[in-house]
């Protein structure tokens, strides 16, 4: 017995090295937890590759998505200065070591994003606010924060990341309070069933050992091999571990204390509960043991994670049947103090109970809990919360923010779906911005689809006059305006081409030529005046000079003076009628020259040569009005010549000096009559041109007009044309001229739905319900289908298309958690059957025990469900509550089966009723205590806060609770109806006795 002692001794050695080790190697766990315990979807999901298309559209960086929402205090409008200092806060962002900013999107850039991050009420505002993904998450969160704060409004950075990480810093919280309420309640419940404080130690001290140690191991191998862990792994580590572990040593104590009840010694005492409570204890512990470590075949990393717990199992199990052998051998009797040592466990009076009703009575037993059990099996289908936020509490700010959109905004502006279009080529030719925009009116047909904004619609809403029915509208304007110019100008052509045919160009082509002449008959009189004035102004200085001998030559100068007033009257005669002439000439010349004017002729030089015509006619009729009177005096005179030969002296005198002034008189009317022929004959020739010009005008006005008529036709066909094309369904397409799409204008629409690339599209889905609904989530999958099928057909064929966001991720975790449940389960279950197939060397019995755990699961749910929409007002259970539920129900409820079965087949009692209501009697109060202690050890993890943890807890709690009544049912129930079928097999395979006698008689005779 010595090497025994020396043994364990040598085990606790170890043990203590392995503790210091593990503690001594233990990582981050915090920090560990938080980078690898978020929920990893496998990468052929969709919101996966979509996040590939995103990283490489950041530059194959990851990135984060923010969301600061700005609430005004008192909940109404916010001002113009308020948005303001929102707009100067969202411009001053900087970066810090930990906080590196890629892009923002502010309420305020531009009309587009007024539509889509300003509420309606007008009291909030968002910004998108992208950031590299390198750094902690709470200090990026914090510093936007600290950042954003404006004075009056109530700030809040919420998103995905930000709520994820407020979710794991709940279960850090929680996980400390779980540790501390299991420890003291394990403690409490181990001193009331022992009635010793050593007991309570000496077994948190095993499974402390176990627990730290599995810990490290987990953990380690986290960080170093990529192990699988989440936010629960550790939670689960500690209600797992303390519970069963308890549940464990309480049934190895039973077994010692019951040896040491019978007089052995400590050490053997010990030996004795290590062989018979051990061998119960490692078939239950290798039953867990399967049932966690099958969950690594599950194709989902977070259900993977459980395996962590077989970690511990096993560490746990060398732990008891090593270390517990210690301080068994070593204390004795004394580990008990100060309750004395009378015997091994007590006898349940409620299993004894149980057993005998299911013994007595085994179909109507059975039919009960058929009956009690169906409704659950057919309520089993209920909608599951994929929310995450519905984990975290309303006093951290993620939530509040999230609450704050979800009050102001529609449901899914909180979690928009993002589409992800990656092509070889640039994505910003007309084709394919043509083909983006047809995908994003698509998506907006679709049901459950509030708004959709890519970068053709930046706001949601189409811009109307990127599309063919705004353009044809503009185009038909301008050729309603085009045919009223034309109208216009086939008016004006019109006019002036009347105007022409009234102004009779060939009458007045004749008058000038008319004109024409008669100056030339001017030049030509106006020659001859200033002749005959030569001669008589020479004659009046022959008469001047004759006047000396005129008292001898008397009656010839009055026969001389007779024929000068003879002539003065012919002058004066014919300067009247050329004067007459002249005069009309003017007016003639006059119209004309004002016909000129209007077809834009230079008229200055004829007017100013007429204008001299004119004074020089004035004065000649001055002049030979002067000489008419000379002549009419002169006449008079003659009479009494003789007597006044010097008053005609005198005369003579005074006609030879205005001789001088009539010749000069006369030069000037022959001199102005040539300038005025020489004009009138050029403006004659002017005219003559301009005539045919007029003529060739007229022509080309009635054609010019003809051909307006065509104009206008044609514009009338084209508008009506258009016109059907606008009305059309073609109206409805995207166009955009190239110089547009590359203009400064459209360059930010681009730069916020697309990459620096060009070959990266985004599209924005905002949905009316809840994202994260079960509803929304099937819209989402019509969604994926329908939009694939439609780019078949567009000139996005051939481009990678993927969903992502929070809602995408939510769609994909549903149907992978949903599906791989089912499959980890039957795994589960298939293992954990084997197991207990290789325990209790039955069929029957194994396949009556998954029966009861698969039932007591189903009521567990049931019952849990209906507790929490009623206590704590969720509607629904977390989508993982089933999964955890299930694995521990599965995993440890077969532990309290497994006791039952190891003593039902310890017992030595031939008959198997009685040996059935025996086991059940003496291992029910054991089975009871461990119950409460694993009960108690899960309801630790209902202050915690978080709702899986809460719905898990109380679904093991319930499900434990039926289990415990359930198990010594069935399973005498099939004890009892499994010894009926033997017995009644036995009475019909038993032979008659007539017939044997009839036999025995004939014997004798066949063979004589």
């Not at 082509?509 to 008959?521: D, E, I, M, P, R």
């Not at 009177?629 to 008079?636: F, S, Y």
């Not at 259970?877 to 539920?885: G, H, I, Y």
Request: net charge positive; proline share 3%; aromatic share 6%.
């Amino acid at each position: 017995m010595k090497w025994i002692t020396k043994k364990y001794t040598a085990a606790l050695v170890l043990w203590v090295v392995v503790v210091l080790a593990a503690i001594f190697a233990m990582p981050n766990v915090s920090q560990l937890v938080r980078d690898n315990g978020t929920i990893t979807l496998p990468s052929y999901t969709e919101s996966q590759k979509a996040k590939k298309i995103e990283k490489k559209a950041n530059g194959n960086k990851s990135v984060r998505t923010y969301t600061a929402v700005f609430n005004d205090r008192d909940n109404t409008k916010l001002s113009k200065s308020q948005s303001e200092d929102i707009t100067d806060k969202l411009n001053q962002l900087q970066n810090t070591s930990y906080l590196k900013i890629k892009k923002v999107m502010g309420p305020s850039d531009n009309a587009q994003t007024k539509k889509q991050l300003i509420a309606k009420d007008k009291t909030t505002q968002l910004a998108q606010i992208t950031v590299k993904s390198s750094g902690d998450i709470s200090k990026q969160v914090d510093e936007l924060q600290t950042q954003l704060k404006v004075s009056g409004i109530k700030t809040y950075v919420t998103g995905a990341d930000a709520l994820n990480d407020d979710f794991t810093t709940v279960t850090e919280k929680g996980i400390q309070k779980t540790e501390v309420i299991a420890v003291i309640f394990i403690f409490i419940v181990l001193i009331l069933v022992f009635r010793s404080p050593i007991v309570p130690l000496i077994s948190l001290l095993n499974v402390g050992v176990a627990f730290v140690t599995s810990l490290s191991i987990v953990m380690n191998l986290a960080e170093k091999a990529n192990f699988p862990i989440s936010n629960f792994t550790q939670v689960f580590l500690v209600v797992v571990l303390f519970g069963i572990g308890t549940d464990y040593n309480i049934l190895l104590y039973n077994y010692f204390k019951g040896a040491l009840s019978r007089g052995l010694p400590a050490v053997e005492a010990a030996h004795d509960a290590q062989r018979h409570g051990g061998r119960t204890i490692l078939y239950s512990g290798i039953s867990v043991l399967i049932g966690f470590t099958v969950l690594a075949l599950a194709k989902f990393e977070f259900y993977q994670s459980a395996v962590a717990v077989a970690i511990g199992v096993l560490v746990l199990l060398g732990v008891l049947l090593t270390l517990n052998m210690f301080f068994m051998e070593t204390l004795g009797e004394k580990m008990f103090w100060p309750s004395k040592v009378t015997s091994g466990s007590g006898k349940s009076r409620i299993w004894y109970g149980l057993s005998r009703s299911a013994l007595a009575y085994p179909v109507v037993i059975i039919a009960v809990i058929a009956a009690v059990g169906i409704p659950f099996l057919i309520n089993s289908n209920a909608s599951l919360n994929f929310n995450n936020a519905d984990e975290v509490p309303d006093t951290y700010q993620a939530k509040r923010g999230y609450e704050v959109i979800q009050d102001h905004f529609s449901k899914g502006m909180s979690a928009p779906a993002t589409v992800y279009i990656q092509s070889d080529s640039k994505l910003n030719t007309q084709a394919k911005l043509a083909a983006i925009d047809d995908l994003t009116q698509y998506l907006k047909q679709e049901p459950g689809v509030k708004t959709v904004a890519s970068a053709t619609q930046p706001g949601g809403s189409k811009i109307k006059s990127m599309y063919l029915k705004d353009q044809l509208a503009t185009i038909n304007s301008g050729l309603d305006a085009s045919t009223k110019g034309i109208e216009q100008i086939k008016a004006g052509l019109t006019s002036a081409s009347n105007q022409l045919q009234a102004a009779n160009i060939s009458g007045s082509t004749a008058q000038v030529q008319q004109l024409a002449n008669g100056t030339s008959q001017l030049q030509s009189g106006a020659q001859q005046l200033s002749s005959g004035i030569n001669e008589y102004t020479s004659g009046v200085s022959s008469v001047n000079s004759g006047l000396q001998s005129a008292n001898s030559s008397m009656p010839a100068l009055t026969s001389g003076v007779s024929t000068l007033a003879s002539s003065s009257q012919q002058l004066t005669s014919g300067l009247s009628q050329l004067q007459t002439q002249v005069s009309a000439l003017s007016s003639q010349a006059s119209q004309i020259l004002a016909l000129l004017a209007s077809t834009g002729q230079n008229t200055s030089t004829a007017a100013a040569e007429m204008g001299a015509l004119q004074g020089a006619i004035s004065q000649l009729s001055s002049g030979s009005a002067a000489i008419s009177g000379g002549m009419t005096q002169l006449q008079g005179q003659v009479p009494a010549l003789t007597s006044g030969m010097s008053t005609l002296a005198n005369g003579t005198s005074t006609l030879a000096a205005s001789g001088s002034t009539l010749t000069s008189g006369g030069q000037s009317v022959a001199s102005g009559g040539a300038t005025v022929n020489s004009g009138v004959q050029q403006m004659n020739t002017q005219l003559q041109a301009m005539a045919s010009q007029v003529t060739a005008l007229e022509d080309g006005l009635t054609s010019a007009t003809d051909g307006l008529d065509t104009l206008a036709q044609g514009n009338t066909s084209m508008k009506s044309y258009l016109t059907e094309v606008q009305k059309s369904y073609i109206g409805n397409d995207f166009y955009l001229p190239k110089a547009s799409i590359q203009s400064s204008v459209f360059k930010p629409s681009l730069d916020a739905y697309m990459d620096k690339d060009r070959k990266i599209a985004e599209l924005t889905l905002v949905f009316k319900g809840d994202p994260n609904s079960e509803k929304v989530s099937g819209q989402l999958k019509t969604i994926q289908s329908d939009m694939k099928s439609h780019l078949k057909h567009s000139a996005l064929k051939g481009t990678k298309v993927a969903v992502g966001g929070q809602t995408s991720e939510n769609n994909d975790l549903r149907k992978l958690a949903n599906g791989d449940f089912v499959r980890t389960a039957t795994i589960m279950t298939i293992g954990i059957g084997i197991a207990l197939i290789v325990v209790t060397e039955s069929i029957l019995q194994p396949m009556t025990i998954i029966g009861t755990l698969l039932l007591t699961y189903e009521a567990s749910m049931g019952i849990t469900r209906f507790v929490s929409r009623v206590a704590l007002g969720d509607s629904m259970l977390s989508w993982n509550t089933p999964f955890f539920t299930f694995i521990m129900l599965m995993a440890l409820g077969v532990d309290y089966s497994i006791f039952l079965m190891v003593r039902f087949k310890d017992e030595k009692e031939p008959d198997l009723k009685v040996r059935m209501l025996n086991a059940a009697t003496a291992i029910g109060s054991v089975v009871i205590s461990a119950a409460i202690i694993l009960s108690g050890t899960f309801a630790a993890l209902i202050p915690s806060g978080v709702t899986t943890l809460i719905q898990v807890a109380l679904g093991v709690i319930f499900g434990l609770v039926i289990l415990v009544i359930a198990l010594p049912l069935t399973l005498s129930s099939l004890i009892s109806m499994t010894t009926w079928h033997e017995n009644r097999i036995h009475r019909v395979a038993q032979p008659k006795k007539g017939f044997n006698d009839r036999k025995k008689k004939k014997k004798p005779e066949t063979t004589e």
